[in-house]
């Protein structure tokens, strides 16, 4: 079976320190990936999303970056982070032509 | 464009009672419609979902959602709730357009349910 993995769990930065968030899919091959965020406990905002190495599409301008460098592991970074940065990142994956979106335990990052 | 509405920031319901979280969409095309549940601190558990077929869909947890094309909803329903329901829930309606290799989700802002004991 398919299993998803984030980490760390809980991460406190200060301001303009750097982030790399880490997203890891077992037992599928050539996963969609995707990073979200969810501030304040309620809606989610689609921050990047991935369909193979290399590829990164953005829906968002912002202070985040999204890299893919194997198949499936997806990584979430800033260069300096900035106090908005705050929230609840969730990553998540669906194969191929599936319908259904499969999500991460998250991240909490807070920044102060 | 394609959206999702859930237009109940909080629902309260009495525990053994039928509780209904609603939600309305928006799309081109045929719907693709899912529900999950998030629990405090942990990500989103995928409940069920609308693809084709019968309207009325069953998932995880007792839980079932009933789709209605002419209203354009997708209401979650449970006949009977357990104080154990009580958590945050997402509809969301898959992007019709597959721009980029692969489809986007769109997500209703949540609705926080409350099972009462």
């Known amino acids: 079976s398919q299993t998803i993995h984030q980490w760390p769990a809980t991460l406190v930065q200060p301001v303009g320190s750097p982030l790399s968030l880490e997203c890891t899919v077992e037992g599928t091959s050539n996963p969609n990936l995707y990073w979200y965020r969810q501030a304040a406990g309620r809606g989610l905002q689609l921050l990047f999303y991935s369909v193979g190495i290399g590829q990164i599409s953005s829906e968002v301008p912002q202070n985040l970056s999204a890299s893919r460098p194997q198949d499936r592991q997806f990584i979430l970074s800033s260069k300096k982070l900035l106090l908005s940065d705050s929230g609840f990142y969730l990553c998540?994956?669906?194969?191929?032509?599936?319908?259904?979106?499969?999500f991460g335990p998250g991240t909490r990052l807070l920044v102060l | 464009a394609q959206s999702v509405a859930q237009p109940e920031d909080q629902v309260n319901v009495a525990e053994g009672n039928p509780l209904t979280v609603k939600c309305t969409y928006s799309?081109?095309?045929?719907?693709?419609l899912f529900w999950y549940v998030q629990y405090p601190n942990r990500g989103l558990q995928f409940l069920l979902k609308y693809i084709t077929g019968d309207n009325l869909v069953k998932g995880s947890y007792g839980f079932e959602a009933e789709f209605n094309k002419s209203q354009t909803s997708f209401h979650l329903k449970k006949p009977s709730a357990l104080v154990s329901d009580s958590a945050l829930y997402f509809c969301a309606v898959r992007d019709s357009g597959r721009a980029s290799g692969t489809y986007k989700y769109i997500f209703g802002t949540g609705t926080r349910l409350k099972v009462l004991a």
């Open positions: 998540a994956w669906s194969e191929g032509n599936q319908e259904t979106q499969y």
């Open positions: 799309v081109s095309g045929n719907p693709y």
